[in-house]
């Protein structure tokens, strides 16, 4: 009922900037919260950086200062601006939304597919 596509994804030098977009689309009640997730080789998901339908955002400690969440409400679409660029930012960037389908009174979480991002130095 919810899809979530994400694009923009890359490979990039160390310092350089990636803007990765996520697009809801489907029939959608609405949007609660859009968040995107990275998981690098070995390592567990992590969380990168929510945003709540009200605007409020968070970031994990690693990222704070060099990337910025953002949405535009009417295209049901979040970005992630990704700058000063770090290997260690290498990871599969997952989109993740909560969303209330039309054909239902609850929330549920939603799965993009993911997009490779690459920081070589």
């Known amino acids: 009922q919810v899809q979530l596509v994400e694009s923009g994804g890359g490979l990039v030098q160390a310092g350089g900037s990636l803007r990765l977009s996520c697009a809801a689309s489907?029939?959608?009640?609405?949007?609660?919260?859009m968040r995107w997730y990275r998981q690098a080789p070995g390592k567990q998901r992590e969380l990168v950086a929510s945003?709540?339908?009200?605007?409020?955002?968070n970031y994990a400690d690693s990222v704070k200062g060099r990337f910025t969440i953002s949405r535009d409400n009417a295209k049901n679409t979040v970005y992630l601006e990704m700058n000063s660029l770090k290997p260690e930012d290498t990871a599969v960037y997952s989109c993740?939304?909560?969303?209330?389908?039309?054909?239902?009174?609850?929330?549920?979480?939603?799965w993009g597919q993911g997009t490779q991002v690459t920081v070589s130095s």
């Open positions: 945003i709540i339908s009200g605007g409020r955002t």
């Open positions: 993740n939304a909560d969303a209330q389908p039309r054909s239902s009174a609850g929330s549920y979480s939603y």
């Open positions: 489907g029939s959608i009640f609405r949007i609660n919260a």
